[in-house]
Nanobody
Framework: QVQLVESGGGLVQPGGSLRLSCAASGSIYSIDAMGWYRQAPGKQRELVADITSGGTTNSADSAKGRFTISRDNSKNTVYLQMNSLKPEDTAVYYC????????????????WGQGTQVTVSS
């Protein structure tokens, strides 16, 4: 099994910053990419940003210029630095890993963390 443990969420005022962390552990065979998604009440889950094992990043337009994703491959950990936060960033943020678990014979698949709440409010 692959486990993803998120941390760093919380309540912050508009214009503030938060740093999310997600550590992957368990029976990991290979990781293609790790990233962050978010889901606000009444909305679909959406990509915030992701990063491949080679360091290529991809981010939503809403995140560009404010959020930075980074990764420590040696620790199987991904980070999301969020600056200039806005009330519309309020959501549950989910860590995602796309890769293979176990002995590597299974297909690549998505693994998800349990989510961490980010609330931006004055």
């Amino acid at each position: 099994q692959v486990q993803l443990v998120e941390s760093g969420g919380g309540l912050v005022q508009p214009g503030g910053s938060l740093r999310l962390s997600c550590a992957a552990s368990g029976s990991i065979y290979s990781i293609d990419a790790m990233g962050w998604y978010r889901q606000a009440p009444g909305k679909q889950r959406e990509l915030v940003a992701d990063i491949t094992s080679g360091g290529t990043t991809n981010s939503a337009d809403s995140a560009k210029g404010r959020f930075t994703i980074s990764r420590d491959n040696s620790k199987n950990t991904v980070y999301l630095q969020m600056n200039s936060l806005k009330p519309e960033d309020t959501a549950v943020y989910y860590c995602n890993l796309f890769g293979r678990g176990g002995n590597g014979l299974a297909r690549r698949r998505n693994y998800w963390g349990q989510g961490t709440q980010v609330t931006v409010s004055s």
